[in-house]
């Protein structure tokens, strides 16, 4: 006699996403994997007296998101301070950051305004000045002064690249701020800190461990909200892996992690024996990750060309020390990303590098394409936004994956981001979806948390300004599930419903291929991990 399931999916449009994707009306779950797949009035025989059954009234049901790139830590914070990714100005920034610091001094029993304020940062997160009313200027000491003359003042630009700083931050950090990555004006500090300064900056205002706890728990509750079972978290904090662990340890982690560790804790990792795919269904070791170059929105991603507003940014101030046109920087220089790649691979990790110019995308391919079996280590190559078509042919031969963005295409439009750094032609060839599934790369979608949201991805992925950068509904969905999964090696497991595999699925409000244009406006429904339900809409 065939034991009854544990919960039973019915009445509903149920897309594996296997190749070719199948669709059931039931799905029938029992200890947290799924046993059956087929008709309504077929799988009924499985419903018994303790069956839990999920009506879905004709709602779409699609594997669980898994975000193959984002930062929990960040995103906690960013839920749990100013968030500036709605302002349009500088002034709407200041005024958020001006609520957060009486929201702050209130919460510690001080007036903000008076020197008895708490010794406390303010923060705020997510500001992009590309997108303002007429473009705008990163903030600056001068701006953020405005905000508290008596408190450290920190705003991070949506890409983290970017730190701006009041003038009580500069001085906090002064000794620990590397001059190369400070902009200066007159010989003073503007206030902006990028790459290896913002990180000095990351690092000052982390969370403890009780912190650490609230922040992931707050992250993980946001995340299955939009449909998402699991993640790639980029880490560089230990203090993160360890609340995971003690997370999943007590039963309260309701979403799967897959840990990438930042390069520095490599020699720790190995002696520990945390090799790649250690862990359990919850919580397991994944990369490596390094970077090579910055970002395009600070200008420090790595190109061929220059950028097009390179003698002056944004701000008026000089790129580069010498006035010329700027092709952004190296984070990691090529010799010593080889060597963090050869010690990594040989070590048996696989390896996650960050590259977003074409310039940063050679380096790290050709020290990726040096390794012993880049296709079984399924190393990866994360953004990778102006990829050429050689860079892509060489990647699907050598099986490296690529790790990309499509809620990137935010900024793909005329008059965009990508526009106001790089121009129309390199607009236009930026994340090409199209040509990294025709070059036959594994390619697998992850946010940057920016923002977290696989259906804003898959919007922008499905509505892309040219033919090149988009993909079709099924594709889209594709790459932030079984595209994700294998990218963890994960394919066996997750990414798709099928019989076997762990009943990681999410419920949509609406079907994505009956409105493809308006995709970002879908609603979840119902998340589940494990056949068990974590998220249901009221």
């Known amino acids: 006699m065939t034991a009854a399931a544990d919960r039973l999916v019915t009445n509903a449009e149920i897309h594996t996403l296997s190749d070719p994707d199948t669709v059931f009306e039931a799905m029938a779950i029992r200890d947290g994997e799924i046993v059956r797949l087929g008709d309504a009035f077929e799988l009924e025989f499985l419903n018994g007296v303790e069956t839990d059954v999920i009506d879905c009234g004709g709602r779409v049901v699609l594997p669980g998101f898994i975000d193959a790139h984002t930062h929990m830590e960040q995103l906690g914070q960013?839920?749990?301070?100013?968030?500036?990714?709605?302002?349009?100005?500088?002034?709407?920034?200041?005024?958020?950051?001006?609520?957060?610091?009486?929201?702050?001094?209130?919460?510690?029993?001080?007036?903000?305004?008076?020197?008895?304020?708490?010794?406390?940062?303010?923060?705020?997160?997510?500001?992009?000045?590309?997108?303002?009313?007429?473009?705008?200027?990163?903030?600056?000491?001068?701006?953020?002064?405005?905000?508290?003359?008596?408190?450290?003042?920190?705003?991070?630009?949506?890409?983290?690249?970017?730190?701006?700083?009041?003038?009580?931050?500069?001085?906090?950090?002064?000794?620990?701020?590397?001059?190369?990555?400070?902009?200066?004006?007159?010989?003073?500090?503007?206030?902006?800190?990028?790459?290896?300064?913002?990180?000095?900056?990351?690092?000052?205002?982390?969370?403890?461990r009780e912190q650490m706890r609230d922040l992931l728990s707050a992250a993980a509750e946001y995340a299955l909200e939009r449909g998402v079972t699991g993640v790639h978290d980029k880490v560089r904090s230990d203090t993160s892996p360890r609340v995971y662990r003690e997370l999943a340890a007590a039963g309260e982690l309701p979403i799967r992690v897959r840990i990438d560790y930042w390069s520095d804790y490599l020699e720790a990792l190995s002696k520990a024996g945390?090799?790649?795919?250690?862990?359990?269904?919850?919580?397991?070791?994944?990369?490596?990750?390094?970077?090579?170059?910055?970002?395009?929105?600070?200008?420090?991603?790595?190109?061929?060309?220059?950028?097009?507003?390179?003698?002056?940014?944004?701000?008026?101030?000089?790129?580069?020390?010498?006035?010329?046109?700027?092709?952004?920087q190296w984070v990691v220089d090529p010799t010593e990303l080889s060597t963090i790649v050869d010690q990594a691979d040989n070590a048996g990790y696989q390896l996650s590098v960050h590259a977003i110019g074409d310039e940063a995308i050679e380096e790290t391919l050709s020290a990726l394409e040096d390794t012993a079996n880049p296709a079984e280590s399924r190393h990866r190559i994360e953004h990778a936004e102006l990829v050429t078509d050689d860079q892509l042919e060489r990647m699907a031969d050598a099986g490296i994956v690529a790790s990309m963005q499509p809620n990137f295409?935010?900024?793909?439009?005329?008059?965009?981001?990508?526009?106001?750094?790089?121009?129309?032609?390199?607009?236009?060839?930026?994340?090409?979806?199209?040509?990294?599934?025709?070059?036959?790369?594994?390619?697998?979608?992850?946010?940057?948390?920016?923002?977290?949201?696989?259906?804003?991805?898959?919007?922008?992925?499905?509505?892309?300004?040219?033919?090149?950068q988009r993909l079709s509904v099924t594709e889209a969905l594709r790459a932030y599930t079984r595209g994700a999964a294998y990218a963890g090696f994960d394919e066996d497991r997750l990414g798709t419903l099928e019989v076997g595999k762990r009943a990681d699925f999410v419920v949509l409000e609406t079907s994505p291929w009956d409105q493809p244009e308006r995709i970002e406006d879908i609603d979840v429904a119902l998340t589940a991990v494990d056949g068990e339900v974590v998220f249901e809409r009221e």
């Not at 301070?81 to 610091?101: P, Q, V």
């Not at 949506?158 to 620990?176: C, I, K, M, P, Q």
């Not at 190369?180 to 503007?190: I, K, N, Q, R």
């Not at 060309?305 to 940014?313: G, L, R, S, V």
């Open 409 to 468: 295409h935010r900024w793909a439009d005329e008059g965009g981001l990508y526009d106001q750094r790089l121009g129309r032609e390199r607009r236009e060839q930026s994340n090409p979806l199209g040509r990294v599934l025709e070059a036959g790369v594994p390619l697998a979608f992850g946010s940057d948390g920016m923002p977290l949201g696989p259906l804003f991805g898959v919007h922008h992925a499905v509505n892309a300004p040219s033919e090149d």
């Open 78 to 208: 960013h839920l749990v301070h100013a968030d500036l990714s709605a302002a349009t100005s500088a002034d709407d920034c200041l005024e958020l950051l001006a609520a957060e610091a009486d929201r702050t001094a209130n919460a510690a029993g001080a007036d903000a305004d008076t020197d008895e304020s708490p010794d406390d940062w303010i923060i705020g997160f997510g500001y992009d000045e590309s997108a303002w009313d007429g473009h705008g200027h990163r903030l600056t000491r001068v701006d953020l002064d405005a905000v508290s003359e008596t408190r450290p003042v920190a705003a991070l630009r949506v890409d983290l690249h970017t730190v701006s700083l009041n003038s009580v931050a500069l001085e906090r950090l002064d000794d620990d701020l590397p001059d190369s990555d400070l902009a200066y004006e007159d010989g003073e500090p503007v206030g902006i800190a990028v790459e290896d300064a913002a990180e000095v900056v990351r690092r000052e205002v982390a969370a403890d």
């Open 274 to 328: 945390l090799v790649t795919n250690a862990g359990n269904g919850r919580v397991q070791t994944g990369a490596i990750k390094s970077f090579s170059d910055g970002s395009i929105g600070s200008r420090t991603a790595k190109l061929r060309e220059p950028y097009i507003d390179a003698n002056t940014d944004a701000d008026g101030n000089s790129n580069s020390d010498d006035g010329e046109p700027t092709t952004g």
